[in-house]
């Protein structure tokens, strides 16, 4: 009767702390996730006997996992959103990480009732992780958990049911949903509109070896007989041109010139066709903590980072516009240039979405511009980590690709209509073209020589909730299909 009793009373509790979850989580009041985590602690220890402690004590802004126990090599992630997005997510960053090194298990914990149905082997094979993550033992819920708890001795329950009624009878409960219906109180999450890099673990540093006399000749009879200006060239031109001339099928950008030597993730001395441009004799092979020892070359790999990405950006349809230093889509023909449409997933609902749109004249009698989707980036390394930042904008063109001289003004017309909510899906969608790949022969990672991927925003688990319209208040909104300007009639 006395573990009847007791299992009973951890029911009860489970069942509270669940419902204050889904509560919390739909008043924007994330902080009950965060402190889920601390509470979870003694009870998964008191459960599986583990020795757990909160992965941020080990190390500020752990990576992937909450929960770590060194001595038995195992982590735990906990988290109220149960989907495989999150599950691959978490094994991604697993893996970018190294945290195999560390751990051979890695649990999920789910803050729900709901059933936990995710293909373990199917993930593991995406992400290509080898740890152990098994169906049946590794994905966890509030009814898997209540499951092990009752196959426990009399003595374990009596001291799991004396911990969750401490932190689950229900005064207590009800003092912490009331709190989150102040707004003082609400929290939402934050993105920042910062994107993880995947780099590989080594670079390139060899010296040159061109003609630069010759290549310099040749290039300014190229421009005459364009008739292009001419300007002075560059080592960086001049070695372009030396690809180019050397092997067109292998021409490529994703390295910079520094000091008479070349750097790149790319090992130019193991092309053939490349490997007569570069002094093989001088290959050295660094990793990117060995290369970045000092502010000077951190600003250098911060430009072969941009010029790795110019290159990534090329198949997927972003184009480099070097005048307002700005990604923007390419028009798909330049010769005759339309909209363009694209459907993408907006919470897990196909939605067509312009990528380059018509804008007219007040008449509706000519098209005026064509106006791109588009975004200016820069590079950040924080505690080891890079990224790359994404601010939205718009490109305005005469005919897909030539700046239209009235940019300023159609710019001015078209924020006027932006928002919170509308840069946030500008962020997400943007971030979705650029890792969409639309075939296997499209993949970015399969023509290059090294692993370079592109990773997630950057999201903080809570912050206090700010209404849209107090920081940033409703305007009137424009047209933004027509120009409503005595100069475009």
């Not at 010029?307 to 950006?313: D, K, P």
Request: hydrophobic share 35%.
């Amino acid at each position: 009767m006395k573990r009847i009793r007791l299992t009973n009373s951890i029911l009860e509790s489970l069942t509270r702390f669940s419902t204050e979850i889904q509560i919390s989580n739909k008043n924007a009041f994330f902080d009950i996730n965060i402190q889920s985590e601390y509470l979870l602690i003694p009870l998964l220890n008191l459960v599986f006997d583990y020795k757990l402690v909160n992965a941020n004590q080990i190390k500020k802004n752990y990576p992937a996992v909450d929960l770590i126990d060194l001595d038995n090599r195992l982590a735990f992630q906990i988290t109220s959103t149960y989907s495989s997005h999150k599950v691959k997510k978490t094994l991604e960053s697993f893996r970018k990480n190294d945290l195999h090194k560390l751990f051979d298990e890695v649990f999920f914990l789910f803050l729900t009732t709901n059933d936990v149905k995710v293909n373990s082997q199917k993930v593991l094979s995406e992400v290509g992780t080898k740890i152990v993550l098994e169906d049946d033992r590794h994905f966890l819920n509030f009814n898997s958990l209540f499951s092990h708890i009752q196959s426990l001795s009399l003595n374990k329950i009596e001291r799991i049911e004396a911990l969750l009624t401490e932190e689950f009878h229900e005064e207590k409960v009800k003092a912490r949903i009331q709190d989150t219906k102040s707004p003082d109180l609400r929290t939402e999450p934050y993105f920042l509109n910062l994107v993880s890099l995947d780099l590989p673990k080594s670079l390139f540093v060899v010296d040159l070896n061109i003609e630069k006399e010759k290549l310099k000749k040749d290039l300014i009879e190229r421009k005459k007989e364009k008739g292009q200006k001419m300007r002075k060239f560059n080592d960086r031109d001049l070695f372009k041109e030396a690809i180019n001339q050397n092997n067109p099928d292998k021409y490529c950008e994703d390295w910079v010139i520094h000091g008479q030597q070349l750097i790149s993730f790319r090992d130019f001395t193991k092309d053939v066709s490349l490997a007569g441009l570069v002094d093989q004799g001088t290959s050295t092979e660094l990793s990117i903590e060995e290369f970045c020892f000092d502010e000077d070359k951190k600003r250098v790999f911060k430009n072969l980072l941009n010029a790795v990405l110019r290159e990534y950006l090329k198949t997927v349809k972003f184009e480099w516009y070097h005048p307002d230093k700005i990604f923007r889509i390419k028009s798909p023909n330049a010769d005759m240039p339309k909209e363009v449409k694209v459907t993408w997933k907006l919470n897990k609902k196909p939605q067509p979405r312009s990528v380059i749109s018509e804008i007219w004249n007040k008449n509706k009698t000519h098209i005026i511009c064509f106006r791109h989707l588009a975004f200016s980036s820069s590079i950040f390394e924080f505690d080891g980590r890079w990224f790359f930042s994404i601010n939205p904008t718009y490109s305005f063109t005469t005919n897909g690709y030539r700046k239209s001289r009235f940019s300023q003004y159609y710019m001015t017309g078209k924020k006027q209509n932006d928002d919170n909510k509308s840069i946030y899906h500008d962020l997400r969608f943007i971030l979705w073209n650029i890792k969409k790949l639309d075939s296997p022969s499209e993949m970015f990672q399969a023509t290059l020589p090294y692993d370079f991927k592109i990773g997630d925003f950057e999201e903080f688990k809570s912050g206090f909730a700010i209404k849209d319209d107090e920081w940033n208040p409703k305007q009137e909104k424009v047209n933004e299909g027509v120009i409503d300007n005595p100069l475009f009639n």
